[in-house]
Every structure is written in C-alpha cells, then in structure tokens.
C-alpha cells in the first residue's frame, strides 16, 4: 500500500482549449466518458510547482520541490466527474519513477524551469525521457485582476473545480485516488506562449484558437493513496 501523500501547488496556469469530445473520447480507456461544458470537450495545459512533497502527516517544511506542467481533460466514471491525465512531465527522476510506479500516472522526465519575478511567471519545459515522444513548452503568465472564487456552474468551476483523477493499472484497469483542498482562488490572467508541443506529443493536432486561460496562487493539498475501481 502506497501512503497518501501532501503537497502546495503553487503558480498554476489553467490555459484550456475547446475540442470536439468525439476526437477526446477516442483517447480514453474502456470505463471512463467524456464530460462536456457546453458539448464540448476541454483539454487543459497545466504548469506549476509542486512544493514540500511528502507523506501525509508528516509536518511540512520537509519536502521536496517537483515542477511539472500536464495535459488533462475532464471526464466522468459511473458518473463520478473527475481529470483524466494523457501525460505529465516532471522535474526529477526519482519522483517521475516514483509516480509512475505506485500512482500509475503517465509522468515523463524533462528538464523544467519556472521562474517567478516582476509579477510575472516563465515556465520553461523539454522532455528528456528516454523512448518518450518529445515535448516542450516555453510560455510567461502575468495574473491580473482580483481574485475570484469560481461560481458553482460557471466554466471556470468545470474547468478547475476537480477532487479525484482517473488513471489505468499495468492490468487495463481503471485506478483513481482522491484530492482534497481548499476551493480554488483564481484571477485572470495575460498569457504568452512562445512553444507547446504537449498537442503533437500526445496524439492530437495543435490547436489553433487562443485558449481560455486562470491563473491561481496555488493551494495546498492532500491526495489519498490509488486505489482500483470497483
């Protein structure tokens, strides 16, 4: 049994495209459906900073720092809604062999660096995993506005308001594991991407729209240990 464990999320972009859900859905293991905002699909970019990893109840200040950014999208499972990840790239071998093995979550090793400064965020990422299909992403984010909780319903909500992930087993089964943490505060915010090859890397095509796009300071949270779906 694997320990559940405790972190802060810091610095998080929420930069979401539009995407017809039949194209999602082709992508999704057996036991898992879409969930649609407004019958569209979404898939979301997602880069932070993973801040004092460690086993839950253990005090904080004794963790370790993982910058990563993902690709997810939104789905249900007997109705329970929740994201499914199609890939997350990590600083930090140990911590990428440790989450594929007992979270059963698709983390690739790439070489991240993020940088906060003047207001503003860089996020810089190329994976590094040996056989894996190359991706990167380079991109700054400045907040801007005041910070606003979600409205139960809005997009903002869909987008963001998630308590549990979805993943599959080495058997085909699914797996999940819960989150807990306060609601998320969320600002808007001005978003440059210079690079993101995540789409391609994937299996999807780029996209061509300017995504909608949240920043939030960040949360702290606790995740329960994966378990199998029954």
Avoid: K, Q
């Avoid at 249900?76 to 071998?93: N, Q, R």
């Avoid at 590094?128 to 801007?144: D, K």
């Avoid at 409205?151 to 080495?170: H, I, K, M, P, V």
Wanted: include cysteine; glycine fraction near 8%.
């Amino acid at each position: 049994m694997v320990l559940p464990i405790a972190m802060g999320w810091r610095h998080l972009l929420f930069a979401n495209w539009p995407v017809d859900p039949d194209i999602v859905a082709t992508r999704l293991p057996d036991g898992l459906s879409v969930d649609t905002y407004d019958d569209r699909a979404w898939l979301s970019v997602v880069p932070y900073l993973n801040v004092d990893v460690r086993p839950r109840g253990v005090p904080g200040g004794v963790g370790f720092e993982l910058p990563e950014f993902n690709l997810r999208t939104y789905v249900t499972c007997d109705g329970e809604p929740g994201i499914y990840f199609f890939s997350l790239d990590a600083e930090g071998v140990l911590g990428v062999l440790g989450a594929r093995l007992f979270h059963h979550l698709p983390y690739y090793a790439a070489a991240i660096d993020l940088t906060a400064a003047d207001g503003a965020i860089a996020f810089e990422s190329e994976r590094r995993h040996p056989g894996a299909f190359p991706a990167t992403f380079s991109g700054t984010y400045t907040p801007v506005g005041e910070a606003f909780v979600p409205d139960s319903g809005s997009l903002a909500a869909f987008l963001t308001e998630r308590y549990r992930y979805y993943t599959t087993g080495r058997d085909g089964a699914i797996r999940y594991a819960n989150i807990d943490h306060e609601p998320w505060s969320l600002r808007e915010v001005s978003v440059e991407i210079e690079t993101n090859t995540l789409f391609e890397a994937n299996g999807f095509e780029p996209p061509t729209d300017s995504p909608i796009c949240y920043y939030s300071r960040g949360v702290d949270i606790t995740s329960s240990r994966n378990r199998r779906w029954s």
